[in-house]
């Protein structure tokens, strides 16, 4: 089940000590507010992660995922795939762009599973785009 989480709740999974070091290099705590509070971004949660999908301009959505370490799996991926398909009602989105660290390569997994394609790679990220084409479904 998911829900439209609270700045506070965001700030509580981006800022777990199994999430943190992957987030900006783990080097300050992250406060979320300005993101979860913005009507341009897609913003959901289950009981153990959280999907941010900010929009950037034209359509254009950047993702980012923070789950819970042992929740990186099937409900990851369903978070995923509801905040796609909530970015995609949308009448205005037409692209999600993702950056899969090159040292997590579950993310980039999780990426290829929710639908995204491979647009290459640089020195410490996979880049993916989505095109609101073959969402997955969520059972």
């Known amino acids: ?14 800022n777990h000590p199994s999430v943190r070091p992957y987030i900006q290099g783990g ?12 009507p341009a971004n897609v ?18 959505y950047e993702g980012h995922i923070m789950c819970l370490e042992g929740h990186r799996g099937v409900e990851a ?3 995923v795939a509801q905040g796609l398909q909530a970015v ?3 009448p205005t989105a037409s692209i ?11 993310v980039g997994v999780l990426c290829r599973r929710a639908g995204f394609q491979s647009e ?14 073959s969402l997955w479904a969520v059972s």
């Open 1 to 14: 089940m998911t829900f439209v989480p609270t700045a506070r709740f965001v700030d509580v999974i981006a």
């Open 27 to 38: 080097n300050y705590r992250l406060y979320s507010a300005p993101v979860v509070e913005n």
């Open 43 to 60: 913003v959901l949660a289950n009981g153990t992660g959280v999907v941010i999908f900010e929009g950037l301009s034209g359509g254009l």
């Open 77 to 79: 991926l369903e978070l």
């Open 88 to 90: 995609f009602r949308r």
């Open 96 to 106: 999600v762009v993702a950056f899969a660290p090159l040292v997590l390569p579950a």
């Open 120 to 133: 290459g790679r640089d020195l410490f990220h996979e880049r993916f785009a989505h095109n609101g084409e």
